[in-house]
């Protein structure tokens, strides 16, 4: 199973650290294979890059089984551009 995990803003790396060590554990009880990937889409990228995402970040999301987002929001972005369209945009674009 393939996994893509957004840590997310503040908190939300942390509690998203801690989530995936249960993750993995179960997978390993359960015997399920799982690649486990982190995409760096967060406020702190979007400020460095002023992208929310990269060109092509809902096809790239669709080619995994799962997708783990952690709590999003970071008061450096005022208007939570970036939230809203990991959010929001994920899942409108991907139903």
Same mark, same amino acid.
């Given at each position: 199973?393939? @996994?893509?995990?957004?840590? *997310?803003? &503040?908190? +939300?790396?942390?509690?998203?650290? %801690?989530?995936?060590?249960?993750?993995?554990?179960? &997978? %390993?009880?359960?015997?399920?294979?799982? %690649?486990? %990937?982190?995409? !760096?889409?967060?406020?702190?990228?979007?400020?460095?890059? *002023? =992208?929310?995402? !990269?060109? &092509? *970040?809902?096809?790239?999301?669709?080619?995994?089984?799962?997708?783990? @987002?952690?709590? =999003? +929001?970071? !008061?450096?972005? !005022?208007?939570?551009?970036?939230?809203?369209?990991?959010? =929001? *945009?994920?899942?409108?674009?991907?139903?």
């Amino acid at each position: 199973m393939r @996994i893509a995990v957004i840590p *997310g803003d &503040g908190i +939300g790396v942390d509690v998203t650290a %801690e989530a995936l060590k249960a993750v993995r554990a179960a &997978g %390993e009880v359960f015997g399920q294979r799982l %690649e486990i %990937e982190t995409l !760096p889409w967060s406020a702190d990228d979007y400020l460095k890059t *002023g =992208l929310t995402m !990269p060109p &092509g *970040g809902y096809d790239q999301l669709r080619q995994f089984d799962a997708i783990f @987002i952690g709590a =999003l +929001g970071d !008061p450096r972005v !005022p208007d939570n551009r970036h939230a809203r369209d990991i959010l =929001l *945009g994920t899942r409108f674009e991907l139903d």
